[in-house]
């Protein structure tokens, strides 16, 4: 993994259904890229914003890597100024590889579940359990054929036969259902599912209603949460190389409010679901509201997310 800015070239820009484009980024001087795992994402520069895109291909590609992006109007403007701008030749510039959402090392059995542009990551680990030989079912729900990005590379692949595609405007018989998708738990079964934040929250709540163990069920989501509750109350944050005490506003972000002090901590998705800022804890007890950290991760009270989370105690103190 990379963890410095480096430039790639766009080799071919594909509409791969309405609105969702495949872009294949490669080495200006015909390199090989950094080495990545299914489910990986890079950090992307653009203009000002930085934005995450999950690596669609397969993981022993070296040559290239390849992104989808939806051109989604209602969102934070980076992925429609994406979709608009960046043309075949142009120089993009990322970070990364990064994974938060990786294959379990030692499944039994996998249940893909991809929900719309949700499919990127999911394309990535079908091919690696393909290549490892694994057991594992591919569900993949649209609103129709026409949003169906990858479709013909899906249909056409040699895993194809675990495939099975679900369109909203189909018929009856193969329209999505989540909970038969999701099943019964078994040691050694792990769920992943990568989709828009309502069909998520779904998946989440039916698979804590079907007995599915948190370690078991991994999910990439979309978007975060917003960055300024309404139930926010003002407390403090203390470095701890300087003692330095810094009020956080109840209409303030950690983030922001370091900031203003002076204090840069790294940023990226500012909506607690790519652990860009995660910052560790040295003493002071944090009011998680991230959505990328486990359960386990907030109990230890060692980590948070500045960019949303806050705090219980009067006082944090932190280690940036």
């Not at 980076?78 to 030692?106: C, M, Q, Y």
Request: hydrophobic content about 40%; glycine content about 8%.
């Amino acid at each position: 993994m990379s963890s410095d800015w480096f430039s790639t070239r766009v080799a071919a820009k594909r509409e791969e259904a309405t609105g969702i484009f495949s872009y294949e980024l490669v080495d200006p001087d015909g390199k090989e890229l950094p080495s990545f795992e299914a489910g990986a994402h890079l950090d992307v520069k653009i203009g000002d914003k930085i934005r995450q895109f999950s690596l669609a291909n397969p993981p022993q590609e070296r040559h290239r890597y390849v992104l989808g992006v939806q051109r989604e109007l209602a969102g934070r403007g980076g992925s429609a100024a994406f979709a608009d701008n960046v043309k075949e030749g142009d120089s993009v510039l990322i970070r990364g590889p990064h994974n938060l959402f990786p294959l379990a090392p030692n499944a039994t059995e996998s249940v893909l579940l991809a929900g719309g542009i949700g499919v990127t990551p999911i394309l990535a680990m079908a091919a690696r359990l393909h290549e490892l030989g694994a057991n594992f079912i591919f569900h993949y729900c649209t609103r129709s054929r026409a949003r169906t990005a990858f479709h013909d590379q899906v249909a056409g692949a040699e895993y194809n036969d675990k495939v099975k595609f679900h369109f909203d405007d189909g018929p009856d018989e193969q329209k999505p259902n989540l909970s038969a998708f999701i099943g019964t738990p078994a040691p050694g079964k792990h769920l992943y599912v990568c989709g828009p934040t309502v069909m998520l929250d779904i998946v989440v709540d039916l698979a804590k209603k079907q007995g599915w163990p948190d370690a078991q069920v991994h999910l990439e989501r979309f978007t975060g949460v917003e960055a300024k509750p309404g139930d926010a109350r003002e407390f403090l944050v203390e470095i701890k190389k300087t003692g330095q005490l810094i009020a956080i506003p109840a209409d303030k972000t950690v983030v922001e409010a370091l900031r203003a002090a002076g204090i840069d901590i790294p940023v990226s998705c500012e909506q607690g679901v790519c652990a860009t800022c995660l910052t560790n804890i040295v003493s002071g007890v944090p009011d998680h509201r991230d959505l990328i950290l486990t359960k386990q991760e907030h109990e230890s009270g060692k980590i948070f997310t500045p960019c949303v989370s806050r705090s219980l105690s009067d006082i944090l103190v932190i280690d940036v």
